[in-house]
Antibody, heavy 117, light 107 residues
Framework: QVQLQESGPGLVKPSGTLSLTCAVSGGSISSSNWWSWVRQPPGKGLEWIGEIYHSGSTNYNPSLKSRVTISVDKSKNQFSLKLSSVTAADTAVYYC??????????WGQGTLVTVSS | DIQMTQSPSSLSASVGDRVTITCQASQDISNYLNWYQQKPGKAPKLLIYDASNLETGVPSRFSGSGSGTDFTFTISSLQPEDIATYYCQQYDNLALTFGGGTKVEIK
């Protein structure tokens, strides 16, 4: 059973860059899955940020595309998210996830990132 | 971008009631529609994939139907453990979008 675990700072200053990593265990990141990031502001719904395939191909949410970079490190079996120029509106629980075909079949536990000075 | 309109945003029903949630896509998505359950403080859980396929281990009181632009999610007999927020989700044209969610409460 593939497991996902997010890690990274829980507090980021406004205008800074949010950086998170997702460690994949119990399976290879080079399998036929897309590796995604989804966020959820407190008390609100789910928002897809983007995804990456082990080849390095990426797809991004058009509304965030100018600020998002997702990368993969196959040697460490992990993938990462960078979101630049953050504001308070980027405060959310960030989930890493595994997409197979059209559906998300695995999720990390989520990590709360707060944007505040 | 494909927009997903989910309704209602919340509902209150009694144990044993039949509960129905709808999701409408802004364009034809065939059957690429999935349903998730999210309980407070937890990650979402896949219940239904490809509009009508029950995920392994999910109770049979959950079901889904529809194709094209209109989809329905049903709980045939609401149980106390079904209290959660439910989301629809589509994947098309290299982007994934969620509906706004439906919070289900016990009356």
């Amino acid at each position: 059973q593939v497991q996902l675990q997010e890690s990274g700072p829980g507090l980021v200053k406004p205008s800074g860059t949010l950086s998170l990593t997702c460690a994949v265990s119990g399976g290879s990141i080079s399998s036929s899955n897309w590796w995604s990031w989804v966020r959820q502001p407190p008390g609100k719904g789910l928002e897809w940020i983007g995804e990456i395939y082990h080849s390095g191909s990426t797809n991004y949410n058009p509304s965030l595309k100018s600020r998002v970079t997702i990368s993969v490190d196959k040697s460490k079996n992990q993938f990462s998210l960078k979101l630049s120029s953050v504001t308070a509106a980027d405060t959310a629980v960030y989930y890493c996830a595994r997409r197979w075909l059209s559906e998300i079949r695995g999720w990390g536990q989520g990590t709360l990132v707060t944007v505040s000075s | 971008d494909i927009q997903m309109t989910q309704s209602p945003s919340s509902l209150s029903a009694s144990v044993g009631d039949r509960v129905t949630i709808t999701c409408q896509a802004s364009q034809d998505i065939s059957n690429y529609l999935n349903w998730y359950q999210q309980k407070p403080g937890k990650a979402p859980k896949l219940l239904i994939y490809d509009a009508s396929n029950l995920e392994t281990g999910v109770p049979s009181r959950f079901s889904g139907s529809g194709s094209g632009t209109d989809f329905t999610f049903t709980i045939s007999s609401l149980q106390p453990e079904d209290i959660a927020t439910y989301y629809c989700q589509q994947y098309d044209n290299l982007a994934l979008t969620f509906g706004g969610g439906t919070k289900v409460e016990i009356k």
